[in-house]
């Protein structure tokens, strides 16, 4: 992963015991791998992630640094070394961290959280589903004297979900139509106002 130092900052960070801290480095930064996204980063002096504490314990604000990623058994991203670089050979738009090769650990890509768009349209049909669900057991339900069956509301639920993605079938059309173009003229209401 290749980054652009935004900000650093040198600090003690209060550990679990006590009065004790450790050192640490709060990087703001910009990720060259991954269309220069601006993101952060604490970097404590010891575990996984001292050699990236050691490599940019002098960096300054505009350096162009390379890091070497390596996910760790818990499954967080340590940055096990960091080197200065002149910005060039950054592949950008991937989101994949680098092997590090003078560790010879191996380590396994992040993957993204974000949901795809096949994921995106399965859950709107699951809200939508839902949402007619309880459509029709309000429909069922008024006036009634007992619980609808869940049958019912099953069968009056998929005609609204038919409805909604515009996959009704005639004969519900037939019975049922959206439109009033069965009504000739205000005739059809003798008691209304005119």
Request: proline residues 6%; without cysteine; charged residues 25%.
């Amino acid at each position: 992963m290749q980054i652009q130092i935004l900000s650093i900052k040198a600090e003690n960070k209060p550990t679990k015991t006590p009065g004790k801290t450790t050192p640490a480095l709060d990087i703001a930064f910009k990720n060259l791998t991954f269309q220069g996204k601006v993101e952060g980063k604490l970097l404590y002096s010891f575990g996984g992630n001292k050699g990236g504490y050691d490599g940019l314990l002098n960096a300054a604000p505009g350096e162009v640094y390379d890091i070497d990623v390596v996910k760790n058994t818990a499954g967080y991203n340590d940055w096990t070394t960091a080197k200065k670089s002149d910005g060039s050979g950054v592949a950008t738009g991937s989101s994949q961290t680098a092997t590090p090769s003078s560790t010879g650990k191996s380590f396994v890509p992040s993957k993204s959280t974000y949901p795809t768009d096949e994921e995106r349209a399965k859950t709107q049909v699951y809200i939508v589903r839902q949402s007619n669900i309880t459509a029709a057991l309000n429909l069922l339900s008024v006036g009634a004297k007992a619980p609808p069956k869940i049958e019912d509301v099953i069968k009056t639920a998929k005609i609204f979900e038919d409805h909604v993605f515009g996959t009704s079938n005639d004969k519900v059309e037939a019975e049922s139509p959206s439109q009033f173009s069965d009504l000739e003229d205000k005739d059809d209401f003798p008691d209304m106002p005119q």
